[in-house]
């Protein structure tokens, strides 16, 4: 039988389950030269051509990496590990066929520059609640900290209701698919973000999720992809 190496796990240490682009694929290759880092490989990623500012409206999400969230940052529950973790990401991926998501596109959402789907099947929202519900037994229970840091006073009432069960407010049906470009920009500044990176992206090929992706942070640290799952084994 084959035995999981152990792993410490503190109390700050965090795991997320994303959707992350495969490694030299065009698309990651954009997004980790938007961010200027590569969750993958841990290291440096040069911005693209005339875009050295990026690095100054990039902090947030260069922290995270380029990806699409399924399952936001968590702390395991007390007797859960990592293995175990793993484990159920492998057993998910290996049943779950791939997800096609269509043509994604820059935009504005909220105050931040994303890429998001033309059009989203509802297959894709299915997936992210499958993944919600899959690994919430692994989760930990928010601390008063930690729910403050989501502004409960900024959400609806069924936004605080989605972030008291499931500790994110953006889960089900205010689940949108997006990958993360920029951080959160003055309303004056978005038209100019959005235009400058939708010509850098250009066009390219429909988009389809074939792999989960399950990343760890330590500390203050930024996320690491620890495992790929490709969808079907």
């Known amino acids: 039988m084959r035995r ?5 796990v503190t109390g700050t240490t965090r795991y997320a389950l994303y959707f992350t682009p495969k490694p030299g694929s065009d698309l990651a290759r954009f997004g980790n ?3 200027g880092t590569d969750n993958h490989a841990g290291a440096e990623v040069p911005r693209p051509e005339g875009m050295a500012d990026l690095a100054g409206v990039t902090a947030s999400p260069r922290l995270y990496g380029f990806h699409a969230t399924l399952k936001a940052p968590m702390r395991l529950r007390p007797g859960a590990t990592e293995a175990d973790l793993l484990a159920a990401a492998a057993t998910l991926a290996a049943d779950h066929p791939p997800v096609p998501v ?5 935009a504005t959402l909220g105050a931040f520059t994303a890429l ?14 499958e993944c919600v519900a899959a690994f919430e037994p692994f989760r930990a229970a928010l601390t008063e900290a930690e729910t ?19 500790g994110y407010p953006y889960v089900f049906e205010a689940f949108r698919f997006h990958m993360t470009l920029t951080d ?4 004056a500044d978005r038209p100019s973000w ?8 250009g066009e390219a090929e429909p988009l389809t999720l074939d792999a989960l992706s399950v990343l760890r942070q330590d500390g203050a640290g930024p996320f690491r992809v620890l495992r790929r799952l490709s969808f079907g084994g």
């Not at 999981?4 to 410490?8: F, L, P």
Request: proline share 12%; no cysteine.
């Open 4 to 8: 999981h190496k152990e792993t410490r």
């Open 33 to 35: 030269a938007v961010l």
């Open 102 to 106: 269509g043509p994604l596109r820059v």
């Open 116 to 129: 998001v789907p033309q059009a989203a099947p509802p297959e894709l929202g299915l997936f992210a609640a």
């Open 148 to 166: 403050a840091r989501r502004k409960p006073e900024r959400l609806t009432p069924r936004g605080r209701a989605l972030l008291a069960a499931w």
């Open 184 to 187: 959160a920009l003055p309303e």
């Open 194 to 201: 959005r235009a400058r990176l939708a010509e850098a992206y």
